[in-house]
């Protein structure tokens, strides 16, 4: 159970384009997801945070205008990456929680496998 | 605070040692930390995790020890197999955050 999958796995496209990310919760209802960015040889950096039916929360330092989250149902939070630049180029990695703490008492994330972007 | 590395540490081990991990972790605040694998090209996944109350947490081949005086969290995988080659995050969070912050990351290579 709590499988959460993004689609594509992986995207090339031109620069000045725009590509959308989607994550899906496959089993369950995901009230809140999240969106991470991972460079190369670096660490997961948190982007946003989607709730459901809500304009997302993001980080410090993250533009809202290039990085549009949708979070349109409890199953579906897409990522689209508006005029990328190759600067853009990443590893963009999802996560979603059930809403629900569990016996730690901390809502888990599940992740998904991640989408390579990259732009040329 | 959260960590950016510009490089993953890397500890190579051969098959069969234990492997130690280390992570300092940066709010005093956080009282749950979780320790992740990451391969290559995938997502992260969850290996063991513990909450402040505790100073040692085991699970199969994993131990995780917390140090809260000093802020460390450390993962021991014994009997380290070619397959647990990965880079291993830990990650922070505390009541009522739901976000979590990573640290930077090691990398672990285990040699047949």
């Known amino acids: 159970g709590a499988v959460v999958s993004q689609h594509p796995s992986w995207v090339i496209c031109k620069s000045g384009t725009s590509v959308k990310i989607e994550c899906r919760s496959l089993?369950?209802?995901?009230?809140?997801m999240f969106w991470y960015r991972q460079f190369p040889k670096q660490s997961l950096m948190l982007m946003a945070t989607?709730?459901?039916?809500?304009?997302?929360?993001?980080e410090q330092g993250v533009e809202k205008d290039k990085f549009l989250i949708n979070h349109a149902s409890l199953t579906l939070s897409t990522l689209t990456v508006t005029s990328a630049h190759p600067e853009d180029s990443s590893f963009y990695i999802c996560?979603?929680?059930?809403?629900?703490?569990?016996?730690?008492?901390?809502?888990?994330?599940?992740f998904g496998p991640g989408t390579r972007l990259t732009v040329l | 605070g959260e960590s950016v590395g510009l490089h993953l540490p890397t500890l190579s081990v051969q098959e069969g040692d234990n492997s130690i991990i280390n992570c300092a972790y940066s709010?005093?605040?956080?009282?749950?930390f979780i320790w992740y694998k990451q391969e290559s090209g995938k997502g992260p996944q969850f290996i063991i995790d513990?909450?402040?109350?505790?100073d040692k947490r085991q699970g199969q081949r994993v131990t995780v020890l917390l140090n809260k005086t000093v802020k460390h969290l450390s993962l021991q995988i014994a009997a380290t197999q070619p397959g647990d080659s990965a880079v291993y995050f830990c990650?922070?969070?505390?009541?009522?955050?739901?976000?979590?912050?990573f640290g930077t990351g090691t990398r672990l290579l285990v040699s047949p």
């Open positions: 996560s979603a929680t059930l809403g629900v703490r569990g016996t730690s008492g901390y809502n888990e994330q599940f």
């Open positions: 089993d369950f209802q995901a009230t809140t």
């Open positions: 989607s709730n459901e039916g809500s304009k997302a929360t993001y």
């Open positions: 709010n005093s605040a956080s009282d749950y």
């Open positions: 513990i909450r402040s109350n505790m």
């Open positions: 990650a922070e969070t505390y009541t009522g955050f739901q976000k979590l912050v």
